[in-house]
């Protein structure tokens, strides 16, 4: 299968199109600090997706414990974001229904890797 077809990878990629997508509704001053550290997270996620789907079973679980990290530090952001009022609470419950899904499918991976 096609790295780029797996459900994980999408559902990351659309989460990051999203952030995306509001920066330029961010305040200027949030937007060079918290947005951004947000957006690096979520672009180290589909970078740690790629990385672990190109390795074999028993090299991919450092990384996919590294992906889990930087999701979990992506879901503080965005309550983080959500407590500053950078978002709202619509696109706060938007993004952390994204970041639990991820979470969900890469726990899954983690488990099958273990086994």
């Known amino acids: 299968m096609d790295d780029f077809d797996t459900p994980i990878?999408?559902?990351?990629?659309?989460?990051?199109?999203?952030l995306h997508e509001l920066r330029i509704k961010v305040?200027?001053?949030d937007r060079h600090t918290l947005w951004q550290r947000l957006e690096n997270n979520a672009l180290s996620v589909i970078e740690g997706i790629l990385r672990a789907s190109a390795m074999t079973k028993d090299e991919k679980l450092?990384?996919?414990?590294?992906?889990?990290h930087?999701?979990?530090?992506?879901?503080?952001f965005i309550r983080l974001a959500k407590d500053t009022k950078v978002i709202d609470i619509g696109k706060y419950?938007?993004?952390?229904?994204?970041v639990?899904?991820?979470?969900?499918?890469?726990g899954g991976w983690i488990k099958q890797v273990k086994s």
Do not use: C, H, W
Request: hydrophobic share 35%.
């Open 9 to 18: 990878f999408k559902k990351s990629y659309d989460l990051y199109r999203q």
């Open 27 to 29: 305040a200027k001053q």
């Open 62 to 68: 450092p990384t996919l414990q590294a992906v889990s």
């Open 70 to 76: 930087d999701l979990n530090v992506a879901r503080v």
């Open 93 to 98: 419950e938007d993004f952390q229904s994204q």
């Open 100 to 106: 639990d899904e991820i979470g969900r499918m890469l």
